[in-house]
């Protein structure tokens, strides 16, 4: 069993588990395509949290634009978990311009997924907005 499989079924989770395994099974063998699935996991969060608070955001707003808005640091409200939502988007942009993450980095961001909430939809937001979804 790996570490996301807790969301594997879930069929509006689909994404979401797509980028979280990954970004899990690449880590050691391809650490770019790892962070680049570990930013896109956070972008999916960071919609998703728009979405269930019932905010419009445009196709194009950057990622960068969205964790820094209101809304998600908001929903967020902890400092050491800004941090690594920084530093996971950080990281993922710089494997997909140069090319240069190591494996010491991406372990950092998989673990940040796992450690700092998940990093994904909290289960009572989740029920709240998605009450159909077993």
Known sequence: MRNFDYIKDLHSLNDLYRFCNVAEITQVSDPDQSAINSRKALEWVARAIYSIKGL??????SLFEMVEDEPFKEFVNNDKLMMAVHYIRKVGNMAAHSGNVS???????IAEHLQRGRLHVGQAEYRRKFPTVQ
Request: charged share 30%.
């Open 56 to 61: 419009l955001i445009g196709e194009r707003t």
């Open 103 to 109: 494996k010491k980095g991406v372990l950092f961001c």
